[in-house]
Every structure is written in structure tokens, then in C-alpha cells.
């Protein structure tokens, strides 16, 4: 079992920076790939990032890359998303997700893909 809480999340204005910490309970977490995902208000939830348990292979969605950058410290049970340049159009809760892998280099882009969830932090972005 895996718990997650998420942080970071607040208000700020268009170009800004925001750093999410996601940190897990449990030493199986560095047995876990880690995905982050958002939802908007009326829109479905989205994929965003995500990070193999050996850290060394990351993903990003089109519309976050070169702006994010997701990141993990297993010896603190945390992933981080750096994000930068933030626009208003990132506004949404974040979420992280983790699901067990047997492999060192996988990771899901499918919601469906993740089977612990933390509760959301919300980012906000003001034009």
C-alpha cells in the first residue's frame, strides 16, 4: 500500500513558478513509477508527467514540455514537478498517482495505469 499527499500547490500570476511535492508513505515507494495528472473545471483529467521508480526515465505531455520537469528523491519518498513559465490554461487540481512495476524503466501515460491516488492540490494561474 502506498499513501500520497500532494503540496505546493497556490496562486500566481502567468509566467510564474510553482513546485508540487508528492510524498509518499512506505518504503515501496521506490518500487513505484510516479505519475502526476491535472483536472480543469469541466474538463477530463489529464495526463501531465510522469517518472520511472529509478528516476532516470521521465515523460511529458506536448503542452508541458520544456516548461516541467518532474523529479524524485526515493531517500525522501517524494516526487516533485517543477513548473515554469506557468499559463493561465494550467489552472487545475494536480494530482499524483503511483502503481507498482517490476520494471526499472516503465511508467504509464493512462490514468487507468495508476492505482494510488493522493488528494489534489489546486494551481491556480492569474492572468
Known amino acids: 500500500q502506498v499513501q500520497l499527499v500532494e503540496s505546493g500547490g497556490g496562486l500566481v500570476q502567468a509566467g510564474g513558478s510553482l513546485r508540487l511535492s508528492c510524498v509518499a508513505s512506505?518504503?515501496?515507494?521506490?518500487?513505484?513509477?510516479v505519475g502526476w495528472f491535472r483536472q480543469a473545471p469541466g474538463k477530463e483529467r489529464e495526463f501531465v508527467a510522469a517518472?520511472?521508480?529509478?528516476?532516470?526515465?521521465?515523460y511529458y505531455a506536448d503542452s508541458v514540455k520544456g516548461r516541467f520537469t518532474i523529479s524524485r528523491d526515493n531517500a525522501k519518498n517524494t516526487v516533485y514537478l517543477q513548473m515554469n513559465s506557468l499559463k493561465v490554461e494550467d489552472t487545475a487540481v494536480y494530482y499524483c498517482?503511483?502503481?507498482?512495476?517490476?520494471?526499472?524503466?516503465?511508467?504509464?501515460?493512462?490514468?487507468?495505469?495508476?492505482?494510488?491516488w493522493g488528494q489534489g492540490t489546486q494551481a491556480t494561474v492569474s492572468s
Open positions: 512506505g518504503r515501496a515507494f521506490r518500487s513505484t513509477a
Open positions: 517518472i520511472s521508480r529509478s528516476g532516470d526515465i521521465t
Open positions: 498517482a503511483a502503481a507498482f512495476s517490476t520494471r526499472s524503466s516503465w511508467f504509464g501515460r493512462s490514468s487507468t495505469e495508476y492505482d494510488y
